[in-house]
């Protein structure tokens, strides 16, 4: 089945720590991926997005993401994270294969940054 | 208003009622889409529309769901003789055109809890 994989749901790591969650998905054909991230108490807000051109794209907040086609990947990383990164990601793809224009998420990865 | 709101924010109702969700999307935006989250998931595709064109509802999981927006702005889900399993957050999404590369704003959600 078409999906959006998302493993170590819950992440726990002490700050200047590095990060990186793992992102496959499924869908063949033209993707657009997105990663996600929603703070505590808010809503979930673009991280950074990809579709086309470099594969190596930087979002903000110093988060990065690298898109392996032949992997099927789109990984999010960031080298040094901080308290304040402590927040559930989510990475998501919209393909021409699922509708184009709608968002297919994964389960989410529950980041916490102790101080 | 700067973003998409939602109303309301906390919704609960006994099992069999009906209830009313709305969306404010972000002024001219053209789609909109409805999205479901259940408690340690992804957000998942409901129904989408460009204007006031509902042009995808295949995610609505059953014919007691129901959405509009019939003028191309707000919009309102509404869920019929709810039960137990509809219990989630209901995210509502806009983004300014129609094409899968650009970026949706989400609300904050209605968390609605079926007793």
């Known amino acids: 089945a078409q999906s959006v994989s998302q493993h170590n749901h819950h992440v726990i790591l002490s700050e200047a720590a590095s990060l990186e969650l793992g992102c496959n998905y499924s869908?063949?054909?033209?993707?657009?991926l997105f990663w996600y991230v929603q703070y505590p108490g808010q809503h979930l807000q673009l991280l950074l997005k990809?579709?086309?051109?470099?594969?190596l794209v930087k979002g903000i907040k110093g988060f990065e993401a690298e898109f392996i086609k032949s992997k099927f990947s789109f990984n999010l990383r960031k080298p040094s994270v901080q308290w304040s990164d402590t927040a559930e990601y989510f990475c998501?793809?919209?393909?021409?294969?699922?509708?184009?224009?709608?968002?297919?998420f994964g389960k989410g990865n529950q980041v916490v940054v102790i101080p | 208003g700067a973003g998409v709101s939602q109303s309301p924010r906390y919704k609960v109702a006994k099992r069999g009622q009906d209830v009313a969700l709305r969306c404010d999307p972000i002024?001219?935006?053209?789609?909109l889409f409805w999205y479901q989250q259940a408690l340690g998931q992804g957000p998942e595709f409901l129904t989408y529309?460009?204007?006031?064109?509902?042009?995808?509802k295949s995610g609505l999981p059953s014919d007691r769901f129901f959405a509009e927006r019939p003028e191309g702005s707000v919009s309102t889900l509404k869920i019929q003789r709810t039960q137990q399993e509809d219990s989630a957050v209901y995210l509502c999404?806009?983004?300014?055109?129609?094409?899968?590369?650009?970026?949706?704003?989400f609300g904050p959600g209605t968390r609605l809890t079926v007793l």
């Open positions: 998501a793809v919209t393909a021409i294969a699922y509708g184009n224009n709608r968002l297919a």
């Open positions: 002024s001219g935006h053209v789609s």
């Open positions: 990809y579709f086309s051109g470099d594969p």
């Open positions: 999404a806009s983004s300014l055109g129609d094409r899968g590369t650009g970026e949706q704003f």
């Open positions: 869908y063949g054909g033209t993707v657009n």
């Open positions: 529309f460009q204007n006031e064109a509902q042009l995808d």
